[in-house]
């Protein structure tokens, strides 16, 4: 009785302990300034890369380097990526060899797959992105709301945690979504540092969130 009270008092001090280093990596904002930030972005199949490069257009090259992460069946989106990138190095003679990287994951959820299923090929995205991760330790995670963000943003967020580095996690709400936020959104809306919605009406029910009109 009285080893398993202190295995009980341990397993409560340790919970304390976690939600205590949840609680100031979620709230810690702090960011170094330096010359340049290295930039996880995550691009998913269809409109989802169509907005993430639009947004790329305004970030300058101090963003830099360039990780995206799309799912490893993507190929459209790395195609996207690639002219992107070619056509930044044209305008730009002085980074005419940009410096980006291309990475794939496991896709967490692919169209109609059960969510039964889906738990599990989550789980099995975030075990191979946390190496990734933690190889990269970005300084910021740039994503807008593909499956895909979700392993990301939590291996992202466990660097924090185990006082590796933290990291800035940006999430911005995609522009078809007018009234509800979707679910990768729901989720990391209590993940992410700056959560931007492009709606009025999503700021009204998600006071905390950031609306800078439409961006993308």
């Known amino acids: 009785m009285e080893s398993a009270v202190i295995l009980a008092a341990v397993a409560g001090a340790a919970a304390v302990l976690l939600a205590l280093r949840l609680w100031i990596v979620l709230h810690s904002r702090g960011v170094v300034p330096r010359k340049s930030l290295s930039l996880m972005v995550v691009a998913g199949s269809g409109g989802h890369t169509t907005e993430i490069l639009r947004l790329l257009e305004y970030l300058s090259n101090a963003y830099s380097p360039r990780h995206y992460i799309i799912a490893d069946t993507d190929e459209m989106s790395a195609q996207k990526i690639s002219s992107f990138e070619l056509n930044r190095a044209d305008r730009e003679l002085h980074t005419r060899f940009p410096k980006y990287y ?8 692919e169209v109609q797959q059960p969510w039964l299923s889906t738990v599990l090929s989550t789980l099995y995205s975030m075990w191979l992105s946390f190496p990734l991760t933690y190889q990269v330790k970005p300084d910021l995670v740039l994503c807008n709301g593909p499956g895909t963000c979700v392993p990301i943003c939590v291996s992202a967020l466990l660097l924090g945690i185990l006082g590796i580095k933290k ?8 522009i078809c979504r007018v009234e509800h936020l979707s679910l990768s959104g729901k989720i990391l809306f209590h993940l992410s540092d700056y959560f931007i919605v492009q709606w009025p009406t999503l700021k009204e029910k998600y006071p905390k969130s950031v609306y800078l009109g439409r961006i993308v």
């Open 167 to 174: 990291v800035i996690i940006v999430y911005v709400e995609s």
């Open 102 to 109: 291309i990475h794939r994951i496991p896709r967490s959820r």
